[in-house]
């Protein structure tokens, strides 16, 4: 068959007009389709930053109670008598007295004091509880130190840290 130039003059417009529309212009379906999808995505990337805050949140913590527990800790293997832990000039112990510990703490008795979300010392209501407890190990002069930081409504503590030191010659 022999097409004539008017033929296919025509034939080539109707085509390019075609290819034309199908390149340049997305459909109604597609449009609600990848509307869909990226409403899907920006979701679960939404929550997936709000996951990583509340993780970010919970390990600044417990890292500041590492920190307290720690330093309570060292202060108490560093003192001169097993019942005393000196507090010194650092930032994450001011709010505390002195004489707190020492006069408190006792074979068998808990130390208690409520701490912000920062682990400062606080008045309540507070967020979490220290309590520092005392005992007389199974050796004569062997002391442990329990070390706990605790959510205020929660039995489980956010971080543990047990001591021991031997004060030689000392019965409490």
Known sequence: MILTDLEVTKNAAVKSVHTTRDKRAFSLAELIIAIALLSIFGVIAARMFFIADQLTERTEQLDRAVVLTANIAESWQAAPLQGEIPITGNEMMAGFEPQAFAGDLKNGKTWSVNLDQNMRAVDLPSEFVLEV?????????????????????????????????YFPGEVR
């Open 133 to 165: 407890e005392l005992r007389q190990g199974s050796e004569v002069g062997l002391w442990l130190l329990n070390i706990e930081v605790c959510p205020q409504d929660s039995d489980i503590p956010l971080y543990d840290l047990s001591v021991s030191r």
